[in-house]
């Protein structure tokens, strides 16, 4: 039963931290909009922006995905060991979080290319 317990907290944990990075890639969007909106863009910046932006944006894909496969999995076949709603509830508001933070990373690349087209 702590194992249970403990898994479910690594799990949360996990999920606390695509949360934390998914906030760290809309300060960094933020920052790339920002040196957009210069008249003078300094493109090396730009340059190394835009790369970590993609790679904390394919990372935290990845982990959701990871999340996702492992929330399959334990959602079929497994046997009952005590209440998970809390757990479960916790999980799917960070899963719509994740979504609406998705939603508007997406948002905020469609502004970025439409910048960088003008």
Not at 33 to 56: G, H, M, P, V
Not at 69 to 81: F, K
Not at 107 to 113: D, F, I, P, Q
């Amino acid at each position: 039963m702590m194992a249970t317990y403990s898994l479910a907290n690594e799990r949360l944990r996990a999920l606390e931290d695509i949360e934390r990075e998914i906030g760290a890639i809309l300060q960094n969007a933020g920052n790339v909009i920002l040196e957009l909106s210069k008249e003078k863009t300094n493109e090396r910046l730009l340059d190394r922006q835009a790369a970590a932006f993609t790679a904390s944006v394919q990372h935290v894909e990845a982990e959701l995905s990871a999340q996702i496969r492992y929330l399959t999995q334990v959602a079929t076949g497994q046997p009952h060991e005590g209440s998970s709603y809390s757990s479960r509830k916790d999980c799917q508001m960070a899963l719509k979080r994740v979504d609406y933070a998705r939603l508007k990373l997406s948002e905020v690349a469609r502004t970025c290319e439409q910048m960088l087209e003008n």
